[in-house]
């Protein structure tokens, strides 16, 4: 198995809304979707996200079974090239209906970020990593340990 992400698939309980926070709210554009079911983006790293409703996801996954298995802990991060850009984006996802997890400040790992809740309680993070790069792209690079 190759060491990537493809997708990350949110569970939503208004899919209407979230599409409104998405679109509306952080001027995202819509890849794919089968109407009422499941939106996608194509994020610019290669990466796509997508919204299905909650219900939906639970069955399509099994998580209602008896086995003990749901939904666990989640964040989504969303890395910037500077202190600057973290503050800017946490600004536009509060005025998109955001609630504000943790503002952004300085953090002791030697970065800045703060988190934020999207309108189904999805926690994303915003950070500034000095010692991770951003290709034009926005593709991530972790460094090669020393």
């Not at 939904?71 to 998109?96: C, H, P, Q, S």
């Amino acid at each position: 198995m190759d060491q990537r992400v493809s997708l990350i698939t949110l569970g939503v309980a208004d899919l209407d809304r979230s599409r409104r926070f998405y679109e509306d709210g952080l001027g995202w554009k819509v890849s794919e979707m089968v109407e009422g079911q499941v939106v996608f983006y194509q994020l610019s790293n290669g990466l796509a996200l997508g919204l299905f409703g909650r219900e939906d996801l639970i069955k399509d996954g099994q998580f209602d079974d008896d086995t003990g298995a749901r939904f666990a802990g989640l964040t989504i991060a969303y890395n910037t090239r500077d202190e600057a850009e973290v503050d800017a984006v946490m600004a536009e996802a509060k005025k998109a209906g955001a609630v504000i997890q943790k503002p952004a400040e300085k953090v002791f790992w030697g970065g800045y970020s703060g988190y934020f809740r999207d309108p189904d309680g999805h926690a994303w993070e915003v950070a500034y990593n000095p010692f991770w790069e951003l290709d034009a792209n926005g593709n991530l690079t972790i460094p090669e340990p020393v």
